[in-house]
């Protein structure tokens, strides 16, 4: 879609379609890296992903186990600002490739720091 979208919108820039698929191409490089640091199988599960991180230490920090039942919608609170900023900014600047190319990095360091830094954080306050 976004390659036809290049082909029939030349003036629209490539970062900015990179912004509106952003969450899920930042995680599945994500844990490509990962596993590969690891040395398991490209497409073998695991329960690394930042939903998945989220989850988990909400379970841990806030909920406890007896209100598991939560965790999962108040992950999709808690994650919906991340997960929604990168498409909106995409929109907003279609067309303006820099803008977009400089949200791109901004997004991705921030996507990467916060993993790296998520499980400092969890081992903190449990």
């Known amino acids: 879609f976004a390659i036809a979208i290049l082909l029939n919108a030349p003036e629209a820039s490539a970062w900015a379609l990179l912004l509106v698929l952003f969450w ?10 990962r596993r590969s640091r690891r040395k398991t199988a490209a497409m073998a599960p695991d329960r690394l992903h930042v939903h998945q991180m989220v989850m988990r230490a ?7 186990r007896r209100n598991r039942r939560i965790a999962n919608p108040l992950t999709t609170l808690v994650l919906a600002p991340f997960v929604i900023a990168p498409p ?6 279609w067309d303006q490739t820099t803008i977009a190319f400089t949200a ?23």
């Not at 909106?88 to 600047?93: E, Q």
């Open 58 to 64: 909400l379970e841990i920090c806030i909920l406890g």
């Open 88 to 93: 909106l900014v995409g929109i907003i600047f």
């Open 104 to 126: 791109v990095i901004a997004f991705g360091i921030l996507f990467f720091t916060s993993y790296a830094i998520a499980p400092l954080l969890i081992r903190r306050f449990r």
């Open 24 to 33: 899920p191409v930042a995680d599945t490089l994500l844990a490509i890296y």
